[in-house]
């Protein structure tokens, strides 16, 4: 049976006849429609989502995948969501770009019936049939530990100033990727923050406001950027400086590629990245099952490990 894979959304029949898209925009008669409600198509991580779900359901005969694209912005996305539920496919995956206000659409689609994932992120209550996450509370903590250990062998004991660089606030990844590493610091008082500033997990934003944190600040030893394009734009700031040799910067994501954290790394520009699972390889398998078998219960939550990535773990290219 052809798989057809759809990038972008053409779903102007369905809205008006109440129903799914019709030839060339759907699922065989006997196939499933799945459809990915993506927060944000413009971060490296978010195209890599997009990337491995289209190639893991194209792989998987039967299946129709639409891919949505948020663009950062909550209202479009519940706005899309409420599209879907008017067309009722068979999976809803949803990555939410923010915890309360995709909560109640969320919730709408569970009581339409539609077996919903929540992708990575969570929402403000459990309203979806499994949530596959990577615990960023644990990834902050890492975090946290890795700095205080450089700061260590760079002073003779913990202590420094520290530069934060944060994503979407309210998202679950930054709360928790901030509380994480402020719960290390939190034991060793000569450890200061000494400004945070949001760039909203975007390299070009990251590089402005750390611009500005160079020309105020003059003494920085370590760059935190909640993920690895803030830290990437923070590091651009610095040489345009001539100031990047003055400290750190690490970040999360560790996507592999040229573009990725892992090479950034290997190339001695970020000090280390986390691995931060895509987690949508769980996301197709539990989704197939859904699909597939009546009878399936998912667990509620499925969380994905990570890991530190440093010049010595990077592995060869």
């Not at 929540?118 to 990834?139: G, K, V």
């Not at 500005?212 to 003494?219: D, F, K, N, Y």
Request: charged fraction near 25%.
């Amino acid at each position: 049976m052809k798989t057809t894979v759809l990038l972008t959304l053409t779903l102007a029949s369905a809205i008006l006849t109440g129903c799914k898209p019709r030839a060339g925009t759907a699922a065989p008669s006997d196939g499933f429609t799945v459809v990915f409600s993506q927060c944000n198509n413009a971060e490296p991580y978010r195209a890599a989502q997009n990337e491995l779900m289209t190639r893991l359901w194209k792989a998987r005969p039967g299946v129709e995948l639409v891919i949505m694209d948020a663009q950062q912005d909550s209202a479009k996305q519940i706005g899309q969501i409420e599209t879907t539920i008017r067309m009722k496919p068979d999976l809803l995956i949803v990555a939410p770009n923010e915890r309360a206000p995709l909560t109640d659409v969320m919730r709408r689609a569970m009581a339409a019936g539609i077996p919903t994932i929540c992708l990575e992120r969570d929402i403000a209550e459990p309203h979806y049939t499994t949530w596959i996450r990577a615990d960023n509370r644990d990834i902050g903590r890492l975090a946290g530990e890795f700095i205080v250990a450089r700061l260590t062998e760079k002073y003779g004991e913990p202590r420094g100033r520290i530069v934060e660089l944060a994503g979407l606030k309210g998202v679950e990844a930054e709360i928790n990727r901030k509380e994480g590493a402020h719960e290390v610091w939190a034991k060793h008082p000569k450890i200061e923050v000494v400004t945070e500033a949001v760039a909203n997990w975007l390299q070009s934003t990251a590089k402005d406001r750390m611009t500005e944190i160079l020309s105020a600040i003059p003494v920085i030893d370590v760059v935190y950027g909640r993920n690895d394009p803030m830290a990437m734009g923070a590091y651009l700031a610095a040489r345009e400086k001539g100031r990047e040799k003055e400290m750190i910067f690490v970040g999360i994501d560790g996507l592999p590629g040229d573009a990725g954290g892992v090479r950034k790394v290997e190339e001695g520009l970020l000090a280390a990245t986390f691995v931060y699972p895509l987690c949508v390889d769980k996301a197709v398998e539990i989704g197939s099952r859904l699909l597939r078998e009546p009878d399936f219960k998912p667990e509620k939550v499925y969380t994905m490990s990570s890991r530190l990535v440093t010049m010595e773990t990077a592995g060869p290219r």
